[in-house]
């Protein structure tokens, strides 16, 4: 079955153009008696049908409450003071039959798509889930900052590829930071300038690498205000509230059926629907009727197609994380509402594209035990589905649902192996000893503290031998090596890197009480964190002991083994081909539109808040445009905007009482500036997102 999120050239999104006059709607006298052009935004066609097929909380009380025998509560969205537009995604608008050029410059549209004014047609409402967080069933949860607006109709000039991957034929619209709903808990219902630009940025470029993901439309912020304490410092300072325009076909999770959860064994706490096991089934109807029509129509045994679906969703979720780990992403928070029905990737909160390669690589500060590391994620993404099984019983057998949560395994290895041949360029031929290859790359990646996306990229510069090429080799093989250790760590990264986090004195008592009093330490620590603590002191003593010369002739011999073993089996690719020269163009075509040469790291985005935060928004939209096309080059966009020429930032101050982005301050001068492409600059290493 199809899914959403192929990578889509922009004939196959953007519909045709329409003459602004054909656009123009009928004048109509508003509430205050003013004549207006009808804008596009009160021109699109809702049909909010989750509404209708599932059940909407009767009360309407204002406040957090709990939700009991419902799906939804209807809400009203808190305007903003002066909401305008920081950036839109033409793209992603164009899903809903809209012309980005015309929502900028319609008046009406940053109040539109910030929730502040309501559209004819949208029934604002939030939705109630649950959610194992960290491992714990934390009860009800819901939309605390989301805002259901409505489901939009596909425009009949779609491009109809669109909807096999959206065979509802509608659009679900969200607005995210539009204030409090009965799921918001202790919080405002808010969102900052710096999170809905993380938020907006990734949802987009996670689109454009071809990784399935709910899209955002744009991004508004304003004048109000809210205060945010973003070290948990007790220093809070003023941010301005802003919100994204969010698109999927829907936004249904995993946690969207722990409603119905009995008191969970451990934490006592229980889903505010228990007990009303005709909405679990009702929900599965609709997920099934609406976004999994082909299984619907093929098995009418009601058991077998929940099997059906099962297994579709542990698919696309296998290949999902693949996807991510193919790229160096790293989600953050994995808690099972924030897993898609869908296998998109959803809620960018604590992301991170890792820059060098390290397994154990936690984006989300708040991680302190690693669970949702990069290496973590293949078998976290499996106890997901495992919880996800347990929510649809008994509509899933648990033995039915335990034979698919096997195959989980085996599927996420195929689509792992499978995208990393072609990042490989292994395509003629597909041998055992591959997955050797690649495991003995990521050995030397980590070793040598190579940059992942830059190091992936880089590969396709190395030549495939020729045959009887034995004078050749040596060079060739030297060439290569300097190629790649030209993107490995200095000596002082790696003694950052490298370096604990934990005291010295606090990690020895630590090991004391795992020895003296193991129930007192698995209730403060656990075993992994100390592990990689101790792993750290360990690499630290080497490299102190190190010089920077000694660590580059270390690294060309670990590059120049691993080379030597990449280049016999690209050899073994050429074998009884015909038409070597095209094999080898072949290869590097595929390999470059495999191997992103730019992804959106941390620090790229951390530019792009800090020139927003100080009222530019150019460098935002600069930044979409260079991750719309993460797999090229583009003359002209290869430095952040404000670098001039004589060598400083031609970006204002901030205003007064604005917060920086989460930990890291931005570079003054254009010299601290790289090109998107380029590894981190130093000051990166202070970012730290929770």
Aim: negative net charge; charged residues 25%.
């Amino acid at each position: 079955m199809a899914y959403f999120g192929p990578r889509l050239g922009v004939s196959r999104i953007f519909p045709p153009r329409v003459s602004a006059f054909r656009l123009l709607g009928t004048v109509r006298m508003d509430d205050m008696g003013l004549a207006v052009g009808r804008s596009a935004l009160e021109r699109l066609d809702f049909d909010n049908v989750v509404l209708k097929k599932l059940p909407v909380d009767p009360s309407e009380e204002p406040g957090v409450r709990l939700v009991k025998g419902a799906c939804f509560s209807r809400v009203k969205p808190e305007p903003l003071s002066s909401p305008r537009f920081v950036a839109v995604s033409r793209g992603a608008l164009a899903l809903l039959g809209l012309d980005g050029d015309e929502v900028t410059s319609d008046p009406l549209g940053p109040e539109y798509l910030s929730g502040s004014k309501v559209m004819p047609g949208s029934e604002p409402a939030a939705h109630c889930y649950c959610g194992h967080q960290f491992g714990q069933f934390a009860g009800q949860l819901g939309d605390g900052a989301a805002c259901y607006l409505g489901e939009v109709k596909v425009p009949p000039e779609q491009n109809p590829e669109l909807l096999r991957e959206n065979p509802s034929g509608r659009w679900e619209i969200q607005v995210k930071g539009a204030g409090l709903t009965p799921y918001s808990r202790k919080a405002d219902g808010r969102k900052v300038l710096r999170s809905s630009i993380r938020e907006f940025l990734c949802s987009e470029a996670m689109f454009f690498l071809g990784i399935p993901t709910t899209r955002a439309g744009s991004v508004v912020t304003s004048d109000s205000k809210v205060i945010r304490d973003v070290y948990y410092s007790g220093n809070p300072r003023y941010e301005r509230c802003s919100v994204v325009l969010r698109i999927a076909p829907t936004f249904l999770r995993f946690g969207s059926f722990e409603i119905f959860k009995p008191a969970d064994e451990f934490t006592g706490r229980q889903g505010p629907s228990y007990g009303q096991e005709q909405i679990r089934g009702q929900m599965l109807d609709y997920v099934i009727e609406m976004f999994y029509p082909e299984i619907q129509q093929s098995h009418p045994d009601r058991v077998e197609r929940n099997v059906a679906f099962f297994r579709e969703v542990m698919c696309r979720t296998a290949r999902l994380v693949a996807q991510w780990q193919c790229v160096g992403f790293c989600h953050g928070v994995l808690n099972t509402d924030n897993m898609s029905v869908l296998g998109l990737t959803l809620d960018y909160g604590p992301y991170g594209f890792m820059d060098r390669f390290d397994p154990d690589y936690i984006c989300n500060a708040s991680d302190n035990s690693g669970r949702y590391s990069y290496k973590a994620q293949p078998a976290i993404c499996r106890w997901n589905l495992v919880k996800l099984a347990e929510a649809l019983a008994p509509e899933l057998p648990a033995d039915r649902a335990k034979a698919v949560i096997d195959e989980y395994l085996d599927c996420f290895n195929r689509f792992y192996l499978e995208n990393m041949r072609r990042k490989l360029g292994l395509l003629k031929k597909e041998e055992p000893e591959d997955e050797i290859l690649i495991t003995e790359l990521l050995r030397t990646m980590h070793d040598t503290g190579a940059d992942f996306t830059n190091t992936f990229r880089s590969l396709a510069q190395i030549s495939c031998p020729s045959e009887g090429e034995t004078e050749q080799e040596k060079e060739a093989v030297k060439n290569a090596t300097e190629i790649l250790v030209a993107h490995c760590a200095s000596l002082e990264e790696l003694k950052s890197a490298n370096t604990p986090t934990m005291d010295p004195r606090e990690l020895a008592m630590l090991l004391s009480m795992a020895q003296s009093n193991p129930s007192l330490f698995e209730m403060i620590s656990d075993r992994g964190t100390i592990a990689r603590q101790l792993d750290r002191m360990s690499k630290l003593k080497v490299l102190m002991e190190t010089s920077e010369e000694e660590l580059r002739a270390r690294q060309a011999q670990e590059w120049t083994s691993w080379i030597t073993l990449y280049r016999k089996r690209l050899a073994r690719e050429l074998e009884g081909q015909s038409d070597v020269p095209a094999v080898r163009q072949e290869r590097a075509r595929v390999m470059n539109s495999t191997n992103p040469r730019v992804v959106l790291r941390n620090y790229i985005a951390q530019n792009a808040i800090e020139a927003a935060e100080s009222g530019d928004f150019s460098e935002v939209q600069r930044v979409l445009k260079v991750l719309e096309k993460p797999f090229s080059s583009q003359p002209g966009l290869e430095l952040p905007a404000w670098v001039g020429s004589l060598g400083s930032s031609a970006r204002g101050e901030r205003e007064d009482g604005e917060e920086q982005q989460q930990g890291a301050a931005a570079p003054s001068k254009a010299t601290d500036s790289v090109p998107y492409d380029s590894k981190p600059p130093a000051w990166a290493r202070q970012i730290c997102v929770t």
